[in-house]
């Protein structure tokens, strides 16, 4: 999958779909050529290079007017030597400068992909998956070794990248260490970012990309609910069917920056990376430093052939572990039930309200723990509050999964209170700057993981608690963003390094979790989607997307979401109206329809619902056991963008395309609206498909529902058919689709 070609000096990964082609430049830094569809190649690529004579260019060597580093497209650029975009790159040396010059040593390609020490990564089962390329450069000013790393999956249009650094000389100060840097060679292109706030996380904003920089960041120390790593570069006529796109992912969770650079002379730069700001790493003589990962996909069958690249790897090749192909189970969770306020009593009759609706999973979020009764105390005593649970975690999990159901549990692990015993104790152990003030978010502060005897303490807590208790499920929350950082346990010199050792020590906290309680499934959160990014999902397979459990709110939500992650990874639960973050009344069926589209579940209590409803939910807990694999597994299609329109739709396929559902969601009701037709995706042509779900139930062949379509207008209009069924704001239809056996 990997050719090298020494006429020219380049290398060509390709696995028949995708070509990436890569060569050394004249002056031995490394240089990009091309990467997009597979293409063949009758000669070497010298030709792909232009140089030509610019006004203002600086030259590096004297009596050459051609070779700049400003008009050649790069790979991993560094700044200051004549390139004045952004770099990958910048490393601060003893004498004050900031240039590196990587020059080719040499490289290596093997079968297989290397793991990344302590950080996430996408992987493979076998050598034979993926193809690795090694270019070793070195900087000889500085006797910097800098290895840049590209793997190619065999069946999958993606490349994986990072750098790793080795300083065999003096100490240096690396300033920026990004993951990637490519330069195409034009700027038709918009970007899609995924953008928000709380409750209203990963939005689709699509611009078109300009002159100059555009980027989305986080300096807030998780990846945020603000911007996600997750970018997309599209050409401005690709739709979510066809046409050509690139995806770019950060296997990562801190602080990040993701972006586009457009020259003078239209060539688009895109680097992507840990953020530069309050970056800073001391690396010394014989350290070496590991960027995280980048994921770079290519897809020329429109966004949704891009998101289901995304989904499939993401899902079966940076997802682990032993819930990674396993169907999830139907959770109910009791913060929006109870929050702080519950005792043993009042959770098993919960419990039991649930398990009788056919609920497997039963979650106690928030307040179970040392003496929180509130957001003010209890964070960092990870031991059972004994006056609310008289029986302990033990003896209530054993009498939950003695009804039947599995148990799960909340925990805050990088977080403290300044009332707890955890506190009390080492008040030194959060982070905080000498002399100034110190933050808190939501009554806390953030407990300093760059120290391992913290990770340590929180470890044994948690470990103690998940061996005693039948516990098969945790939520894991991280409810405020990072500020004053500084660590007690590092020198002045290194404080630019806390952000990313905080990281690390989240990362080797999870990993000693999951090897340790290797069935236990873990949901990240972070107050809902602060933390909704391809690292979390190494260690936990889905995520609770949003703290906006309103259907129209997470319709919006869970539409961007997927774009970049997959279905399976996206919690997703019913709750009360009116809801809690908007006020708003929706249907009981829309809630559902919403979710099913997702990890399912259930976020209110049962109690305070009419029978009526509790027999919906039965349905609908019934309903989603049956097409479990369909939802969370099946091949997902964006139909319909409710950012644009007044209905947004979606589907989802199996995989032998036998089966599909489809959701549509109205937003709301519109006098003589129009007539509306939805084309449906990834049906077999020649298959006769039963829909039911529609105003009425009827056969039809794949070919008419793909080409025709369903007709899905609604009786909003002021003159109602009577064959349609009575609508309001919100309402939503499932259609399922099943093949029918023909004699
Ligand atoms: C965060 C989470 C919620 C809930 C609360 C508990 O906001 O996103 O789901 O767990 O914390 O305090």
């Not at 400068?97 to 996430?120: E, T, V």
């Not at 969770?333 to 649930?354: G, R, V, Y």
């Not at 290797?518 to 703290?547: K, T, V």
């Not at 009827?698 to 379509?709: D, K, P, V």
Request: proline fraction near 4%.
């Amino acid at each position: 999958m990997i050719h090298y070609s020494s006429s020219d000096r380049s290398f060509h990964l390709t696995n028949g779909r995708i070509s990436y082609i890569l060569h050394i430049m004249q002056n031995g830094q490394v240089g990009h050529r091309y990467f997009g569809k597979a293409i063949r190649l009758a000669e070497n690529t010298s030709h792909m290079n232009e140089m030509s004579y610019r006004p203002l260019t600086a030259f590096p060597d004297e009596n050459e007017f051609l070779f700049s580093t400003e008009h050649q497209r790069q790979e991993y650029p560094s700044p200051n030597a004549g390139d004045f975009r952004m770099p990958a790159v910048s490393i601060r040396q003893g004498n004050g400068s900031n240039i590196s010059d990587f020059r080719y040593q040499y490289h290596c390609i093997y079968d297989g992909k290397p793991a990344l020490s302590g950080l996430p990564a996408s992987y493979c089962e076998s050598p034979d998956e993926a193809a690795t390329l090694e270019l070793h450069l070195h900087d000889a000013i500085t006797d910097i070794e800098l290895t840049l790393l590209y793997t190619i999956f065999r069946d999958r249009c993606c490349i994986a990248r990072s750098a790793c650094f080795r300083n065999g000389g003096a100490p240096v100060d690396l300033d920026t260490a990004m993951s990637m840097g490519i330069d195409f060679y034009d700027s038709d292109f918009e970007l899609v970012q995924f953008s928000g706030a709380w409750s209203r996380e990963r939005h689709m904003i699509t611009t078109p990309l300009r002159a100059g920089v555009q980027s989305v960041g986080s300096v807030r120390g998780h990846s945020s609910h603000n911007h996600n790593p997750f970018i997309i570069l599209k050409r401005p006529d690709t739709t979510e069917h066809a046409g050509e796109s690139y995806g770019f992912h950060l296997v990562y969770s801190g602080n990040f920056l993701s972006a586009a650079e457009v020259d003078t002379f239209g060539v688009t730069r895109v680097v992507q990376g840990i953020h530069p700001q309050n970056f800073c790493w001391h690396l010394v003589t014989g350290e070496s430093f590991q960027t995280p990962e980048s994921l770079v996909f290519w897809s020329d069958e429109g966004m949704n052939g891009l998101s289901q690249e995304i989904h499939t790897l993401l899902r079966t090749r940076v997802a682990r572990g032993y819930w990674r192909d396993r169907e999830r189970p139907i959770l109910i969770n009791s913060w929006e039930a109870t929050t702080f306020h519950f005792d043993e009593e009042k959770i098993l009759a919960f419990a039991e309200k649930a398990r009788d609706c056919g609920v497997e999973l039963f979650v106690l979020d928030d307040g179970w723990f040392g003496r929180r009764n509130d957001d003010t105390a209890g964070l960092g005593d990870w031991y059972p509050n004994l006056e609310k649970i008289p029986s302990g975690i033990t003896g209530l999990s054993r009498k939950i999964t003695a009804m039947g159901m599995q148990f799960g549990l909340w925990f805050e692990p990088e977080m403290v209170n300044k009332d707890s015993d955890l506190y009390r104790a080492h008040p030194d152990w959060i982070l905080q700057t000498p002399k100034r003030q110190v933050s808190h978010g939501r009554n806390q502060y953030v407990l300093d993981f760059s120290r391992p005897e913290v990770v340590d303490c929180i470890y044994l807590q948690m470990e103690k608690i998940l061996s005693e208790a039948d516990i098969s499920y945790v939520k894991w929350d991280m409810n405020r963003s990072m500020t004053e950082v500084y660590s007690a346990a590092l020198s002045a010199k290194r404080q630019g390094e806390v952000f990313h050792r905080y990281i690390l020590g989240v990362y080797d906290l999870y990993e000693r979790l999951i090897r340790r309680f290797p069935h236990i499934l873990f949901e990240s959160c972070s107050s809902g989607g602060g933390r909704c990014d391809a690292g979390m999902l190494y260690y936990a397979p889905q995520c609770w997307a949003s703290d906006t459990t309103d259907a129209h709110e997470r319709l919006l939500i869970q539409y961007g979401t997927s774009c970049g992650y997959p279905i399976s990874s996206i919690g997703a639960h019913v709750a009360a109206v009116p809801n809690w973050q908007t006020n708003r009344r929706t249907p009981l069926h829309t809630r559902a329809n919403t979710a099913y589209f997702g990890a399912f579940g259930y976020e209110l209590n049962l109690h305070w619902l009419p029978e009526e409803e509790i027999s919906q939910i039965k349905e609908q807990i019934a309903f989603y056991k049956q097409n479990r694999r369909l939802f969370q597994f099946g091949t997902f299609y964006r139909l319909q963008s409710p950012f644009t329109y007044n209905s947004g739709a979606w589907m989802s396929v199996s995989e032998d395309g036998m089966q599909a559902v489809c959701g549509v969601y109205k937003t709301l009701n519109r006098p003589v609206c129009g007539y509306q037709k939805l084309c449906l995706r990834g049906l077999l042509p020649d298959v006769k498909y039963r829909i039911t779900g529609g105003d009425k139930e009827y056969t039809a062949y794949g070919s008419e529902l793909m080409y025709f379509g369903l007709l899905i207008s609604d009786a909003s209009s002021s003159e109602r058919r009577p064959d349609m069924r009575e609508t309001c704001d919100f309402d939503s239809r499932l259609y399922v689709i099943t093949a029918e056996l023909e004699g």
